[in-house]
């Protein structure tokens, strides 16, 4: 089975290309939705969350906007959460590839934004970011709710740069130049990996071998 990592800095435009890759006909598992099921009622997170942040928990569940307020520009309280969620989505990411393994499935995708920062390319044997320009990925950002310019600029910070992920990348999938485009290009990437057609290295680059 093939794993492709699709990754991108925030609002780079990853759950249209989720979305896509669906519809593609490629299982996608998604580590943002997994935490967002961890924080919900009843969720595996919710217990340790809320003790390592009091106030964090609402009727059952972790209140994303108040946990927010915790950890941003807080590294120390950043990586703590992360010590708490990281193992649990992990979890679930290998109990998705275990029941598309059982399935024989030959192509899925890992939706996982912070693929890189987190050494998360070791688990795939290539990798597609989704990039956009600058302007466009602010204009993004700020139109959601509750957002400000510190705030996204705190997440940048986090996050490693655009221009190194798509160093990285094993293909760079553009988004900022409409769906069709960016359409395109992923049943390009898909219809290789369905062939057997992995991505050539450079010279430095080790084949990833994460089966």
């Known amino acids: 089975m093939i794993i492709l ?11 249209t290309a989720h979305r896509m890759l669906v519809r593609l006909g490629v299982p996608v598992h998604d580590a943002d939705a997994t935490v967002h099921r961890l924080f919900a009622r009843g ?9 390592a942040f009091p106030g964090a928990a609402v009727d059952g569940a972790i209140d994303r906007a108040r946990l927010s307020q915790a950890v941003v520009g807080n590294d120390a309280a950043f990586r703590r959460l992360e010590a708490i969620v990281h193992p649990l989505v992990r979890a679930a990411e290998a109990e998705f590839l ?3 393994r059982l399935a024989r499935v030959p ?4 939706d996982v934004p912070l693929l890189f920062e987190t050494g998360g390319e070791a688990r795939c044997h290539a990798v597609a970011v989704l990039s956009a320009p600058l302007f466009l ?7 959601r709710p509750g957002m400000t310019e510190a705030k996204f600029q705190a997440i940048l910070a986090r996050q490693m740069p655009d221009a190194e992920k798509r160093r990285r990348a094993d293909w760079v999938v ?3 130049l409409g ?3 960016t359409r395109r290009a992923l049943a390009g990437i898909v219809r290789d990996l369905r062939a057997g057609r992995l991505p050539r290295r450079s010279p430095g680059r080790r084949r990833r071998n994460p089966e």
């Open 5 to 15: 990592g699709l990754t991108g800095s925030i609002a780079m435009g990853k759950t």
């Open 43 to 51: 969720g595996a997170a919710v217990a340790p969350v809320a003790a």
């Open 98 to 100: 275990k029941r598309q």
């Open 107 to 110: 192509l899925v995708a890992l």
């Open 137 to 143: 990925q602010r204009l993004r950002v700020l139109a």
């Open 174 to 176: 553009p988004t900022g």
């Open 179 to 181: 769906r069709a485009l």
